[in-house]
């Protein structure tokens, strides 16, 4: 039997590749249903090619735009056009497994809609655990949901961890998450308000979405992973660690008691975790190219420069506070990345609106979707007005 598939987010870098894996392996998986915000041409060709059952656009003009243009070409993919079509998907009964590929909090309510019906969740998409936090693990937990991580650095984590995860607390000193350093790893730091979007973008091994180029250059998109491996691992913060790896072939490592260390390694390629998320326990051809070890040049490390990457340390901080911080300082930092990108705040100062985001909001009680939603809300909110005063 296929595997039946919802890709949310299919249109951007993390959905391309997921498509070029399962397209690789036509007898084993076959697409249900696909999502994407805006891009009706692309997400037009993947209706084209791998035919599912139903499509969404995030936008509703953008859904009857594809609609329009789906019924011309004379396919049979459906255009859902409700309010919750996202969750449809991704709890829909035919569904076997769901790729959370959204980028930012906006792919919450459907991840949690997938893990609520038990299905396997390949979780990309790291806000939506920053933002979920505890109710997001609960709600696997209590639905008998898998969650596999699809983030390189988790998915490293994941295959050098025990199988047993009861050992893991008693096995494990430390997880060693391993970081690029992004494009300004050596720039001067009294330049980094001079630095544009197009440079922020411009990752040295990766082509990624923008939002999370953008936290690579920061290093926020560390400090969301951090947050994201103590809920997937359930790790105490202090044993979560971050070291400076630029070459990004050790995609993370686990320390045991023991002084002993496991690391994955591999070529920097989304499609490498993505495969293995989409087969565990089994492995399936990536069409990643392997790793020639005779051609690598020096791996090397360092530590990471607390002066040059002030938002790393924000993660550590957030998972100290109460409940709620993380959802708090991921809003701040959505609303502080979408400022730069629209070249209205300047690259230092995306840390600077964290931070007062963080001083300024007030989690309160969450034990809800809604309650996290809200606050989600209330963050933001702060946050723009944060970033209006520093407008350019
Ligand atoms: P991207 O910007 O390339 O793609 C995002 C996708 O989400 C697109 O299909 C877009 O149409 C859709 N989308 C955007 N906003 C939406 C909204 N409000 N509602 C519904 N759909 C929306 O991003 P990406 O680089 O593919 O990253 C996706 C997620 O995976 C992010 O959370 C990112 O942190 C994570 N991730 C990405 C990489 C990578 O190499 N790109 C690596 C690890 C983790
Ligand atoms: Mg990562």
Avoid at 282 to 287: A, C, L
Avoid at 342 to 363: C, G, K, M, W, Y
Wanted: hydrophobic share 45%.
């Amino acid at each position: 039997m296929k595997q039946k598939i919802t890709v949310l987010g299919s249109t951007g870098s993390i959905g391309t590749n997921t498509l070029d894996v399962v397209a690789r392996h036509p007898e084993q998986y076959e697409i249900f249903a696909l999502s994407a915000a805006t891009q009706v041409d692309l997400m037009l060709s993947q209706c084209a090619q791998f035919k599912p059952q139903f499509a969404v656009m995030a936008s509703a003009p953008h859904a009857r735009q594809l609609a329009e243009k789906i019924k011309q070409s004379g396919l049979q993919t459906q255009v859902l056009q409700e309010r919750d079509a996202l969750e449809v998907i991704a709890s829909h009964p035919d569904v076997d497994a769901v790729m959370g590929a959204i980028v930012g909090a906006a792919g919450l309510p459907p991840c949690l809609a997938a893990a609520r019906a038990g299905k396997r969740l390949l979780l990309a998409n790291k806000e939506a655990l920053v933002v979920g936090g505890a109710l997001f693990m609960d709600t696997v937990r209590r639905h008998g949901a898998t969650l596999l991580p699809i983030d390189s650095e988790h998915s490293a984590i994941f295959q050098c961890l025990p199988e047993d995860s009861s050992t893991w607390a008693e096995r494990v000193d430390s997880l060693l998450l391993t970081a690029s350093g992004g494009p300004f790893r050596q720039r001067d730091p009294a330049t980094l308000s001079e630095i544009t979007p197009e440079q922020a973008c411009s990752h040295p091994n990766f082509s990624m979405g923008r939002k999370i180029s953008v936290d690579s250059a920061t290093m926020m998109n560390k400090a969301l992973e951090v947050i994201e491996a103590r809920w997937l691992f359930d790790m105490s913060p202090e044993k979560i660690k971050v070291v400076i790896h630029p070459q990004q072939i050790v995609h993370s490592m686990v320390q045991f008691k023991d002084s002993s260390v496991l690391a994955q390694l591999g070529t920097p390629d989304m499609r490498v975790p993505i495969a293995c998320g989409l087969a565990w326990p089994e492995r399936i051809e990536s069409g990643a190219p392997v790793l020639d070890f005779a051609k690598l040049a020096a791996l090397t490390f360092e530590e990471a420069d607390a002066h040059r990457f002030p938002g790393l340390h924000l993660s550590w901080q957030a998972l100290r506070a109460p409940e709620g911080t993380t959802t708090v300082l991921n809003a701040a930092n959505e609303v502080a990345v979408a400022a730069f990108l629209e070249r209205r705040l300047s690259f230092d100062r995306i840390h600077a609106v964290n931070l007062q985001t963080l001083e300024s909001v007030q989690p309160g009680a969450v034990s809800s979707l809604e309650d996290l939603m809200a606050l989600d809300a209330r963050a933001r909110e702060s946050a723009a007005a944060i970033a209006g005063r520093w407008a350019r």
